[in-house]
């Protein structure tokens, strides 16, 4: 009879959530939620290929990944523009040689009452927030993972595209675009399990970064924190163990699922500052 030890079981644990010798791809790598993603999957062993609009801040972070002994490169291209998706894809799988993780996570938003939202506007965040996560995760997709048999894809959603919104929030395109990612992971995990592929969404709450900067020098920290019931927002860690999960062995019975980062607030439901 074999004995299983403590350390036996630890090891099985941590082996279901490392990724030696598995690559990932992460879209908007460069900084914010997206760099912190490719820091947890990095720090599990992926060799990690990012991916921004701009080149310095590419090689800045890369560079950072690198300084954690994480194996790291990058390639610059806009997500919004078809064309550049279409690069990205056949340059990450022939510099990587196949994609094991996708993670979605380049975005934008906008902020425009619904009455005067402009057109190029709400263009702008669909084309990057729900085209572009199509136009990849089906290039990968096709090329790489469903001839392999395997693969994982993260997207990166909001819990904006959960709820509705307080009357001064005014990111109609966002929420939307958000609540599409969410159902197009639902639809593409339907569609993609027959080929051992696993598709989930990350729905964070509120996270200081660029993207939120202007919301939160409006309110401040401590309204916004108070809007959680662990009354915080989240930080630079906060997102990497559900990311790791769902990217991981320890995931692979998991799809079509949505989780929330966000210290409560759905459970609160105070998306937006108001109860929903």
């Keep these: 009879m074999t004995t299983i030890t ?19 791809l992460v879209t908007g790598g460069s900084r914010g939620l997206g760099l912190q993603i490719a820091e947890a999957l990095g720090e599990a062993g992926a060799r990690v290929l990012l991916s ?15 300084a954690r002994g994480i194996e790291a ?16 894809a056949a340059s990450a799988i022939e510099r990587l040689g196949h994609v094991d993780v996708l993670v979605n996570n380049a975005g934008a938003t906008w902020g425009a009452a619904a009455e005067e939202h402009p057109l190029e506007a709400w263009d702008k965040v669909m084309n990057l927030n ?25 997207n990166v959603a909001s819990i904006a595209g959960l709820a509705g919104n307080s009357p ?34 990350l729905a964070p709450g509120f996270f200081p970064s660029r993207m939120t900067a202007g919301l939160i020098e409006r309110m401040g920290i401590e309204k916004m924190a108070a809007r959680a019931p662990l009354r915080r927002l989240g930080d630079d860690e906060d997102l990497k163990g559900a ?5 991981s062995d320890a995931g692979k019975h998991i799809t079509g699922q949505v989780i929330a ?14 109860r929903t």
Aim: glycine share 10%; proline share 2%; hydrophobic share 50%.
């Design 130 to 154: 729900v085209r572009a996560i199509f136009l990849l995760s089906q290039a990968i997709g096709r090329d790489s993972m469903i001839p392999r048999g395997r693969g994982r894809i993260v």
């Design 243 to 247: 990311a790791l999960l769902l990217a």
């Design 261 to 274: 980062v966000d210290g409560g607030v759905l459970a609160a439901g105070t998306v937006g500052g108001a």
């Design 73 to 88: 490169d990058w390639i610059a291209a806009d997500s919004s523009r078809a064309e550049d998706v279409a690069r990205l």
């Design 168 to 201: 001064e929030m005014k990111t109609l395109a966002y929420n939307t675009s958000k609540a599409a990612v969410i159902n197009f992971t639902r639809a593409l995990a339907g569609e993609w399990g027959v080929h051992g592929i696993t598709v989930n969404a």
């Design 6 to 24: 403590p350390t036996d079981q630890r090891r099985r644990v941590q082996q279901l959530f490392d990724l030696t010798g598995r690559t990932a």
């Design 52 to 66: 921004a609009r701009k080149a310095g801040e590419l090689e800045e972070a890369v560079a950072a990944l690198k």
